[in-house]
Structures are given as structure tokens and as C-alpha cells.
């Protein structure tokens, strides 16, 4: 390469109307020094606000230093740390989750266009549905993992036995191949189920953040679900009978892999906003003004209360301060006029 930034072996036209541009390597490592520990994530599937990100990762990542934001275009953010231990955290930690969604983590290079930046892989949680018991060993697990991806941990819960209606393990999936949703042990055949993935193709199972099949553009997965799901015509024989389990079924990929994401019920949102409420209350306390007749509790050391046993706490009175005060030094006033008739009484 030449002084001025010229590559020898390419020769660019000289255009006034679009003049070309060169900078020394020099120059170009100057440039790119600023951006050696930058990461540049994605929320997989959902677009997030700067302010819900940012937010976000602050929590998650900002431990031992700061970090620093930046939107870039297509729902990319930059972010730059300025701790070390920081930025290794976040590159080898995960999954990370923005709400229910994955972020996508990649190491920033020059050459990063976030238009034609494909996101290859992801870690994600996967469940290994009505594994036998026995098999829940972490050994176990692991092997079957790494015909999935690439195995990285399996989650407590699994490693304990505390939970044995599914195996949970995080690996590193490639997306641009099919998903692998089931396999045999002697014989038997156990299924996959992924979590946070919801457009997955059920016709040839790989992912598309997009919303539609890589292997038919025009349709939607959403259709592509509503057909897998259809009711039976009334021709069919098998109508009336109980549906088929996933274990009955001789397909490569249904429904089964997608993991249904919680529901919020009415009794979730009404506890939800009660907690709002209570926040607030307590803020409004401390800064000395009227709050939420709950607020008094917060102050209270926490109880935990066994599933089904009641109990009844007093809630203080949500008066004013002042007023209270003003009653209580009235109460005190007429007991001591009271208590100097009872002693004038006495002395006649």
C-alpha cells in the first residue's frame, strides 16, 4: 500500500462527482482504537427503544466500570465498555435477555454494515422434553446437547433435579440451518423445544428473525402455524379421537419445538400495578409528602408467609403528619386540664 492509502494492486477512476477516499493504515488503526473493546448487539426478533437497551445493559453489564450506548441503524447498538472485566463478562457470559427476547452479542470490526450484517448464531436455552429421570445427569445432558450445537452449560435446576419434566441447557445454535427438534435414545424417540424462538419454520425448521421462511418467502409463519394446527377435515378418520402426542406423530418438525412464552393473567397485572403503586407510595414518603396507606409496610422487615396461612396486619392511618400532630398534642392538652380538675378536686 502506498503512502497516501492507495492500494498498488486495485486503481480507483478519479470521479468529481464521487471522489474516492483513502486513508493510510496508519490512519485506519488510529480510527479503529477507540472501538477495540465495542460490542455490537441485537435484540433477536423485537425491536427495543435506546432507552429500554441501554437501561437494560447497565444493569446486566455495567458491574466493575461504565458503558456506553449508541444506536447505530436496523436495531443495532454499539457499546463500549471501560472496564476490561466488563467487556470479557459480556462476551463470555450469556444467554443475555432483553424482556423475553435473546441479544445477540458480536465483537465490532471495521467492516460491520448493519445492513447486510447477518446474525449466523446465538446462544439459547433449549429443553430436552420427557427425558427419563436417570438422564438427567450433567454428563448426560452435555452429550445430547452437542448433537444440538454447541454445549455450554446446563442450568441448575437441571443439575439438581429439582426439576424434572424437561432437561435445560444453553447452547450455541447455528441459524442458518435447520433446528434440530428430535433424537433417539435405544431406540425412543425424546423431542426439543427452544425458548425464546418463535419464527421458526415448521416445513424445514431454521429461524428467520424476519418473520417469514427462508425456503418460501411469501409466507408467514404465523400462516405456516395456523396450517399445522388446522382441525382435521370431516372426511378424516381420526376425527373425534384424542389428539396425537408429538411422540405419536411421524413429523420432523411441529409446534412442539417452539416454547410457549408466559402469559401475564389478570391476577399478574392487578400485583403488578399494587407494586407500582407501593413504589411510588414509598417514594412520596421519603421525599415528605402524602403516600400510599401500603408505603407504612415498606418499612417493615420482610415476612415471609407460608402458601395458605392468612394474616392480618394493622395498616397505620394515612393522615398528614401536621394533623396528626396537631391531634395527638390536643389529646394531650384536655388529658392534662382533666388530670389539674381531678387534683383541684382532690385538695377541696
Known sequence: ??????????????????????????????????????????????????????????????????????????????????SGIDYERATTGGPWMIGENYLTVHMWDKDFNPYNHEISSTLVWARLLDLPVHYFHPDAVMKIAQRIGKSLLVDHATSTGARLDYARICVQVDLQKPLLSQFRIHGIKYFIQYEGLDNICLQCGTYSAKGYCACSPPMKMDQEKEKAT?????????EGQPPQSPLEKEQVYGEWMIAKRRTKTPKDIQQGRAEKNGQRGAEHTTSGKRGSRFSVLSE????????GVSTTVGIQSNGNSKDESSRKQNQNTKWQEKKRGNDQGKSM
Do not use: H
Open 300 to 307: 417493615e422487615e420482610d415476612v415471609v408467609t407460608p402458601k
Open 1 to 82: 500500500m502506498r503512502q497516501d492509502g492507495r492500494d498498488e494492486g486495485f486503481m480507483e477512476e478519479e470521479d468529481p462527482l464521487c471522489p474516492p477516499i483513502f486513508f493510510t493504515a496508519a490512519e485506519e488503526r488510529k480510527f479503529c482504537r477507540a472501538y477495540r473493546s465495542a460490542l455490537v448487539v441485537k435484540v433477536l426478533g423485537k425491536s427495543v427503544s435506546y432507552t429500554g437497551i441501554s437501561n437494560r445493559l447497565n444493569v446486566i453489564w455495567a458491574k466493575a466500570g461504565g458503558i456506553q450506548v449508541a444506536s447505530i441503524k436496523n436495531g443495532y447498538y454499539l457499546v463500549r465498555f471501560t
Open 230 to 238: 388446522e382441525p382435521p377435515a370431516t372426511n378424516d378418520p381420526t
